[in-house]
């Protein structure tokens, strides 16, 4: 099975600028979580996407937001991006009991 | 609120011996602790999952303990290898019903020398 994969890979963007970035899951899993990756606060708890609805959502502002499609495939959109927002953003797809993570997309906000 | 802490930010090991990591919380009780391991660069990759019920769990040279009383888990590496070195994460699961949330620790970067 290929693995969940996370597009772009890199990106570099501006303050006030709004930036999307896509998620594929592993085949036939349903649940779609993102997480905010920074070297002062870890690992953080954005949200979860099943079956189309956000199901839990972490601390976060309302400029982040997500939605996930049909084919289970996510996005997560940050509007009005603010410097503290540069971070390694993954997203992990659900199997049984464990979460299997993407390679990241590295944002970067000047 | 919930507080996951990993107490050794870095762990500096020499070539076969044991490395033990530990993962402490507070004001939860988790359904399950899972332990993964994240290189520079990549995302997470899963390792072990330890149920509130279980003691030990074991995978090859890793062993996991989990001691729901003390509120604890070890992560043990036997025999540990220069290709260990990596960061590992503790994560709580703090799954309500369905939906699914794991709570990270900050981590331990694991540097194991020959």
């Known amino acids: 099975k290929a693995g969940v994969t996370q597009t772009p890979r890199y990106l570099i963007k501006t303050r006030g600028q709004q930036v999307t970035l896509s998620c594929s899951p592993i085949?036939?899993?349903?649940?779609v979580s993102w997480y905010q990756q920074t070297p002062g606060q870890g690992l953080q708890f954005l949200f979860e996407?099943?079956?189309?609805?956000?199901?839990n959502k972490g601390n976060f502002p309302g400029r982040f937001s997500g939605r996930q499609f049909s084919n289970s495939r996510s996005e997560m959109n940050v509007s009005t991006l603010e410097l503290g927002d540069s971070a390694l953003y993954l997203c992990?797809?659900?199997?049984?009991?464990?979460?299997?993570f993407g390679p990241g997309t590295r944002l970067t906000v000047l | 609120s919930q507080k996951i802490e990993q107490n050794s930010e870095a762990l500096n090991i020499q070539e076969g011996k044991t490395a033990t990591l530990t993962c402490n919380y507070t004001?939860?009780?988790?359904?399950?602790l899972q332990w993964y391991r994240q290189d520079p660069g990549r995302g997470p990759v899963f390792l072990l999952l330890?149920?509130?019920?279980?003691k030990e769990k074991r995978k090859e040279r890793l062993k996991v303990t989990f001691d729901t009383t003390l509120k604890q888990s070890l992560f043990h590496i036997t025999a540990s290898q220069p290709a260990d070195s990596a960061t590992y994460l503790c994560?709580?699961?703090?799954?309500?019903?369905?939906?699914?949330?794991?709570?990270f620790g900050t981590g331990t970067r694991l540097q194991v020398t020959l």
């Open positions: 992990a797809s659900k199997g049984a009991d464990t979460q299997y």
């Open positions: 085949s036939g899993h349903r649940s």
């Open positions: 996407y099943f079956s189309e609805t956000q199901r």
């Open positions: 004001n939860y009780s988790p359904a399950y």
């Open positions: 330890i149920r509130e019920n279980e």
């Open positions: 994560a709580l699961d703090m799954s309500t019903g369905t939906a699914s949330k794991l709570t």
